[in-house]
């Protein structure tokens, strides 16, 4: 799924490891710039200075533009502040990638969209006056969890969580950790990759893999 070879970048140094197929992952990063470092060159936001990254095994640092699309279809990312955009409501933001990438209709996946936020402990009753927002206004975290379930819907084959459970209370977070895990098993083969800076608020994820930062480098 991941695979990093011998990448130097910024403040990374030699890195390398592998994520693979079915397997959860947790990543402890020293500080949260480091973390965005780290996420920046996974997904070709950065390019390293030296080493390679590969996605689903395609070095997506040397492949065409069509190729890198059908890569990043099948990732679902979760950013720490949402990743929304601000002028489109709630609802549009959710739907808009299933829209642009697989040409469905919001109203499909409406009974789903109404589980994932029972699932999150959200008031159903006031769900259709909530989807309607602009999300400029609501609280980091509650951008989080649309961002977490326009994810969800486009049912990707590797998920990023980006400091998911930083903020929440107790009673949030064991329910995505929860949903989050259920959400894994689900389909064969998906792998799923938990990153922050704030180890303590990973400690009831179980995974397969833990990559701690020291120094430079990466150990588990």
């Not at 997904?43 to 689903?56: D, M, S, Y």
């Amino acid at each position: 799924m991941i695979k990093l070879e011998n990448i130097t970048v910024e403040n990374l140094s030699s890195v390398s490891f592998e994520i693979k197929e079915s397997s959860v992952c947790k990543i402890i990063t020293s500080s949260d710039y480091q973390k965005r470092i780290f996420l920046n060159t996974i997904l070709a936001l950065q390019k390293p200075a030296e080493g390679r990254v590969f996605l689903f095994g395609k070095d997506i640092n040397s492949i065409s533009e069509k190729e890198s699309f059908e890569i990043f279809r099948k990732i679902g990312m979760v950013w720490r502040e949402g990743g929304l955009i601000s002028n489109l409501k709630v609802w549009e933001n959710i739907t808009l990638p299933i829209w642009y990438h697989m040409g469905k209709g919001a109203e499909d996946f409406e009974e789903m969209v109404l589980d994932i936020f029972k699932e999150m402990g959200k008031d159903i009753s006031e769900l259709s006056a909530y989807m309607k927002k602009l999300p400029g206004p609501l609280p980091v975290h509650e951008k989080r969890l649309i961002g977490m379930a326009r994810a969800i819907l486009m049912d990707p084959d590797l998920m990023i969580y980006d400091s998911l459970f930083e903020g929440l209370n107790f009673q949030m977070a064991e329910r995505l950790v929860r949903l989050t895990t259920n959400f894994h098993s689900e389909k064969p083969g998906r792998s799923s990759v938990y990153i922050s800076s704030d180890e303590q608020s990973l400690k009831d994820v179980k995974a397969d893999i833990v990559l701690k930062h020291f120094g430079k480098g990466y150990t588990t």
